[in-house]
């Protein structure tokens, strides 16, 4: 993304004077929420302020926690290896001549990918969708996206004042059993990271398969 | 518009207004319904080009820039800037050497955040109690509290006024405890020369948009009065993959606000004495109470209560907040509970599932307790007998303002009646038998 057009991003978001998270004016987190889940084709966006938290959000989602197992998408580095073991969940690999079956697909995107996203997600096949945005430039930052309804809620309750928490006017009281928040973090994405974050996939533009005639890049 | 430039002056204060009906009842609110937006945190233009200017940085230099220059502001050995102030509290924790199943004391009042960046560390919080006068970690409670598997005394600095340090550090030192702040509300408050962030062995201290101090977003930093502390932290993020960086969005912001915290803080000071000056006057309000010697920062301003000398002893202290509650909300005064029971009565700290299967409370279970509210009775006489202000004292919020919530508090006091006929119409209830709220 040109330096301009960040300028014109950050000035924007600062002259709102909307740059709080937890502020019910702010406008940015759900644009970015938006503009994945329109990208992705998945209907439900969990937005957190790194590629680890993305992580732990999409295996809490699934209800997989310390003491569980779970298969990880082949583009899992060591790094993210080292952090589903430190939250005590097993790395399993796919039974013996099964097609792997991950609980995430994981996705990293540049500059220089950023259009390929809708195509990459179109490939992806896991329960939960890992977008790690970091690499687009503004600091770190990364999305869940799913379809599944109750994925969306326990990743959320992972966050201390997730979605869940501003709509109940701050209580934690769930009517449903078992969807009480267990250990949560601030995984929070600041608007103003997301803001530039949206700039830059939205210049990106689309390289869907559709559109390159069925060449994605 | 899309500037936040406030659409119209407030009006100075007037005399006649102390003596006119109360909003409540159909008179004219002290704040007037289109000029009650506190605005915060404030951006200038000099902010916005920093921030454009950080883009043509190497993201780590800023980033590094921003901790050092606070760092050194607030007198810490070491500094790891983080994305929020939970993260800071877990680094905290890590370099100070709690390791999973240790028994962290932590205050049953606190935000929820200060307990959960314990159960990330894989430790156990243990809750205690607080002295009634500074709402900070009573060093007796936590006396009480340590046992063999204790590893660490995490106070914090509640409201922003620092905990009693002297008596925790000395306890601390008799049991070979570490010594971890929770700053989070303490920006600049300080005991004697000393800031806080810099009395323990580490601490953690948020920057969230919403703090004294700022980064535009969300934030955090962990400091470490060693080398080794700061070394386990470091370590500990590489070893386990876990990103808890900073983004050069923040960093910018933050080495550009902490050029004027001084001014925001010296507001926030003044904007208290004035607070207090009228409070004191009433008879029914009293100021918070800040020992000598200590610099109170203000994030939060708990007023409380002294039903008795407005001839209200009669009624349950907890309804006589309620009704203050309502009558000044009508004024325009947004006061807030800000907690309504005590840390361990959340759900999180109720169920204790944590990481999942109950790890890490299933690691140390003779450290775990079911608790009630009424565990903690300085905690509850504290929520029952007080209110909040938060944003309302800080820049930008002028002489005019403050002076307005003064006076709201004087119209409200002067009406013991009207505090009586609520008291008699509503059906309160007290605090804790309300939903538990984080905020
Ligand atoms: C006392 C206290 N500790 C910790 C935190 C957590 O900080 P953050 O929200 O930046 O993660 C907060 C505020 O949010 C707080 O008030």
């Known amino acids: 993304m040109e330096q301009f057009d960040t300028a014109l991003v950050l000035s924007r978001v600062l002259t709102s004077g909307v740059v709080m998270s937890i502020e019910k004016n702010d406008r940015e987190l759900p644009a970015l929420e938006r503009l994945l889940t329109k990208r992705t084709r998945r209907s439900k966006a969990i937005l957190v302020n790194s590629r680890s938290a993305a992580v732990h959000a999409a295996l809490t989602g699934q209800d997989i926690g310390h003491g569980d197992t779970a298969e990880l998408p082949a583009a899992a580095t060591g790094r993210d290896r080292a952090f589903v073991d430190w939250v005590g969940v097993t790395a399993t690999a796919p039974a013996d001549g099964a097609a792997p079956a991950p609980a995430f697909d994981l996705i990293t995107l540049t500059p220089e990918n950023a259009a390929d996203l809708a195509s990459a997600a179109a490939d992806a096949t896991a329960p939960t969708l890992v977008v790690d945005l970091t690499g687009l430039g503004f600091g770190p930052a990364a999305a869940v996206l799913t379809d599944d309804a109750g994925v969306w809620t326990r990743g959320e309750r992972l966050k201390i004042f997730g979605a869940f928490d501003l709509r109940t006017m701050w209580t934690q009281e769930e009517a449903e059993p078992g969807l009480a928040p267990g250990v949560q973090f601030n995984y929070r994405l600041s608007p103003l990271v997301a803001a530039c974050a949206r700039m830059a996939l939205a210049q990106a533009g689309t390289r869907s398969a559709e559109k390159t005639g069925d060449t994605p890049r | ?439």
């Open chain 2, 1 to 439: 518009m899309i500037t936040d430039f406030p659409s119209s002056p407030l009006a100075l204060p007037d005399p006649a207004d102390l003596t006119a009906e109360l909003a409540e009842f159909g008179g004219a609110a002290m704040i007037p319904k289109e000029v009650r937006r506190t605005i915060f945190p404030v951006i200038t233009k000099e902010d916005v080009f920093n921030l454009l200017l950080a883009q043509r940085s190497d993201a780590a230099k800023v980033v590094d820039g921003f901790a050092e220059e606070y760092r050194a502001y607030v007198g810490a050995r070491r500094a790891l800037p983080t994305a929020s102030g939970t993260s800071s509290l877990h680094l905290a924790l890590v370099g100070a050497g709690v390791q999973p199943g240790d028994e962290v004391i932590v205050p049953a009042f606190t935000f929820i955040a200060t307990a959960q960046a314990v159960v990330a560390a894989k430790a156990i919080p243990v809750f205690v109690d607080i002295d009634p006068l500074t709402y900070c970690m009573s060093p007796e409670a936590a006396a009480a509290a340590i046992t063999d598997r204790a590893r660490a005394l995490m106070p914090v600095h509640v409201h922003g006024l620092p905990a009693d340090v002297p008596a925790l550090r000395a306890l601390a030192d008799r049991h070979g405890l570490a010594l971890v702040e929770d700053a989070s509300h303490a920006h600049s408050a300080k005991i004697g020369d000393r800031v806080a962030g810099s009395f323990g062995d580490a601490a953690g201290q948020s920057l969230m948009a919403d703090k004294n101090f700022p980064l535009g977003g969300e934030g955090g930093i962990a400091f470490f009065d060693s080398d080794e502390g700061y070394d386990r932290a470091a370590d500990y993020l590489e070893r386990h993959g876990i990103d808890y960086g900073m983004s050069w969005v923040a960093g910018a912001f933050g080495s550009s606000q902490l050029k004027r915290l001084p001014y925001y803080d010296a507001i926030r000071a003044r904007n208290a004495s004035l607070l207090a000056a009228a409070l004191r006057e009433t008879g029914l309000f009293t100021p918070p109470h800040v020992p000598e010697g200590h610099t109170h920062a203000y994030n939060m301003y708990r007023i409380g209560l002294d039903p008795a000398a407005v001839d209200l002893g009669d009624l349950p202290v907890w309804a006589v907040k309620e009704a203050v509650h309502e009558l000044l909300t009508a004024e325009g005064v947004p006061a807030r509970e800000w907690q309504n029971t005590p840390i361990p009565c959340h759900l999180p700290f109720r169920e204790r599932s944590g990481f999942g299967n109950g790890y890490p409370f299933t690691l140390n279970p003779a450290a775990v307790r079911d608790h009630a509210p009424t565990d903690f009775p300085t905690i509850v006489a504290m929520l029952e007998s007080t209110v909040v202000l938060c944003r309302e004292l800080r820049s930008p919020v002028e002489w005019e303002r403050v002076s307005r919530y003064a006076d709201a508090f004087r119209k409200v006091a002067a009406r013991p009646d009207a505090i009586r006929k609520l008291v008699a119409e509503r059906e309160y209830v007290r605090p804790y038998e309300k939903a538990a709220r984080l905020g």
